[in-house]
């Protein structure tokens, strides 16, 4: 497609916007995150000599083309909703506008990360608001699709109420707390299981959190609390045991006895395991006595809605408004706005989407410019400050809507009239010839 834009002279300006078609099944909402990554790639988008020359022995390409990307840059606008927004389908979130190659170009890398954080965010947001007030973790490292995949999950499950993740690089670049224990493994390769958990704790007397299921784990929790006795002695204190197989709500009950009747009770359970929002939900209404979750291969994999309809599409060409109508994906034309309105109560009433150059003051306007000519107009934002957003906005969902079933009443969002008015135009104007 470049390589046609260049030789026919179209260049001119493209707006381009990124959206969901419909919600995702079991979704009541969804979180934007994300947006950090997109601009950090449109900041540096750029083809090395390795890849231009690649690119020229392929054959696929003329020297034009080639000779056109050596010097390729985003130079264009970005407008976006703030990361840890809430949002609904239909509703742009990020709006491109730039000399129609370079938007076209970033097509497929800018659904890529937006749709794979939004995806995890979303689904995250569920587990912490059935499970408001326990220590959830990111496990999901080992079976997210990739590195990138497992590192970005940790940053997205963070932006959406976690408390921290298993994937150490994640620290390292993102600043988010880390959470580790032992594998099965460690226990196997000691003679004993006690052995192991001293062992363990004298190697990290700040952090000893013990496995105990790896052979009988109530027996396991009894040897716990011979260790915690002799190891007060030596000043370490065991800060909780984990369970990651078996009948949960069963083998959490009856440890949580086994360490209060041992003089326990500072111990914490901490559980993995095939978890996610439905299980969590189960466990806590059973009043299953875990103050902590690992969660992995579901909540990463997002295994029960493993993808959104997220697509990016041209809404403005040469000054001209531009939709699709194929049956089944027809766009709204033009470049928009989304404004929010609320109830009394502060909690989320309705969305409308207008054009962007219809200003008004009923609701707040999510849509905010984020880049212009290439460069991002502010500092990064923080990730605790993505974080809290992310929260604030859960805490304004309409009830019905936090619950995990699908609710039969929607979220409104509307079109406005303005809005029609130039579909009926975009129409009229373009054939189908």
């Not at 109530?218 to 369970?243: F, Q």
């Not at 209404?285 to 992995?296: E, L, R, T």
């Amino acid at each position: 497609m470049l390589q046609s834009y260049y030789e026919y002279g179209m260049e001119d300006t493209a707006v381009f916007e990124f959206f969901v078609r419909r919600m995702p099944e079991h979704r009541n909402f969804m979180i934007f995150a994300g947006l950090e990554q997109v601009i950090e790639y449109l900041e540096n988008l750029h083809f090395s000599q390795e890849e231009l020359e690649w690119l020229e022995r392929s054959g696929r390409v003329n020297v034009g083309l080639v000779n056109r990307l050596a010097e390729f840059r985003f130079s264009g606008d970005v407008h976006a909703m703030a990361e840890g927004t809430l949002f609904f389908p239909d509703e742009p979130v990020l709006r491109i506008t730039a000399a129609l190659p370079e938007a076209q170009l970033i097509e497929s890398r800018l659904i890529n990360i937006l749709h794979y954080q939004t995806l995890i965010a979303s689904k995250a947001a569920r587990c912490r608001l059935v499970a408001p007030d326990k220590t959830l973790i990111d496990f999901g490292m080992r079976r997210a699709h990739g590195a990138e995949a497992a590192l970005l999950a940790a940053r997205a499950n963070y932006i959406a109420g976690f408390d921290g993740t298993a994937t150490v690089q994640a620290e390292q670049d993102f600043g988010i707390p880390i959470f580790g224990t032992m594998a099965h493994s460690y226990i196997q390769a000691h003679q004993s299981e006690s052995q192991a958990f001293e062992n363990f704790a004298h190697s990290h007397p700040d952090n000893v959190v013990l496995l105990i299921d790896t052979y009988d784990t109530r027996r396991g929790a009894e040897k716990v609390v011979r260790l915690a006795k002799s190891l007060e002695k030596e000043g370490i204190a065991i800060k909780a045991v984990r369970l990651d197989s078996g009948d949960l709500l069963d083998l959490a009950t009856s440890v949580r006895d086994i360490l209060d009747d041992g003089d326990c009770g500072d111990i914490t359970i901490f559980a993995s395991g095939d978890l996610d929002e439905y299980r969590l939900a189960e466990l806590i209404d059973s009043g299953c006595p875990v103050d902590a979750f690992g969660i992995g291969t579901r909540l990463d994999i997002s295994e029960d809605s493993p993808s959104l309809d997220c697509v990016y599409k041209l809404q403005e060409y040469s000054g001209q408004a531009r939709r699709k109508r194929s049956e089944g994906k027809t766009t709204w034309p033009g470049r928009k706005q989304v404004y929010r309105r609320r109830a009394d109560n502060g909690r989320f009433e309705s969305d409308l989407v207008t054009l962007a150059s219809d200003a008004r003051g009923d609701g707040e306007a999510l849509i905010v410019p984020m880049m212009h000519k290439g460069k991002r107009i502010e500092p990064a934002e923080t990730l605790e400050r993505i974080r809290e957003r992310s929260s604030d906005q859960l805490a304004s969902l309409p009830r019905h809507l936090t619950a995990l079933d699908v609710s039969a009443k929607r979220y409104p969002v509307e079109m406005s009239p303005g809005l029609k008015d130039l579909a009926e135009q975009v129409d009229k104007h373009f054939s189908c010839d």
